[in-house]
């Protein structure tokens, strides 16, 4: 959200300088946060610090606290998704132990073997979670 709020202000400003040069790099929030790797969130939020100092618009960006902070113990390159079995009910809808087929990563097209864990919260749609495994993206 503070992510979003920012970039809410630097549109503005942008705006009210009648739209001169590019708009301000778009956030990764939402799905641009789940299909991006740290690296990505990383390159982008530098972008956007780089995009208001040529503007000396950086007294929009105010200064973050630890709770608004994303922080890794280790930057990854690679994208993990982690999907609700709603999707792949149909594959194992009566089962004790489910085993959905692969897919294919939306972003380089390699074959992913999804691995699946029993969902303990005893809710009936989600019984299970389908982990799609990392991996480096095809340059």
Not at 36 to 42: A, E, I, M, R
Request: aromatic fraction near 10%.
């Amino acid at each position: 959200m503070v992510w979003a709020d920012i970039h809410k202000k630097l549109v503005n400003a942008w705006e009210l300088s009648g739209r001169q040069g590019n708009a301000p790099p778009v956030p990764l929030i939402l799905n641009g946060w789940v299909f991006t790797s740290d690296v990505d969130k990383k390159e982008r939020w530098d972008e956007t610090l780089a995009w208001t100092r040529t503007r000396s618009l950086e007294h929009l960006v105010p200064p973050l606290e630890d709770n608004q902070r994303y922080a890794v113990s280790e930057m990854t390159t690679s994208v993990r998704l982690t999907f609700c079995p709603s999707s792949y009910r149909g594959l194992w809808e009566g089962k004790e132990q489910a085993t959905p087929e692969s897919i294919l990563c939306p972003e380089c097209g390699a074959t992913l073997q999804p691995t699946v864990e029993r969902y303990e919260a005893g809710d009936k749609l989600g019984q299970f979670f389908a982990y799609i495994p990392s991996h480096d993206r095809a340059e």
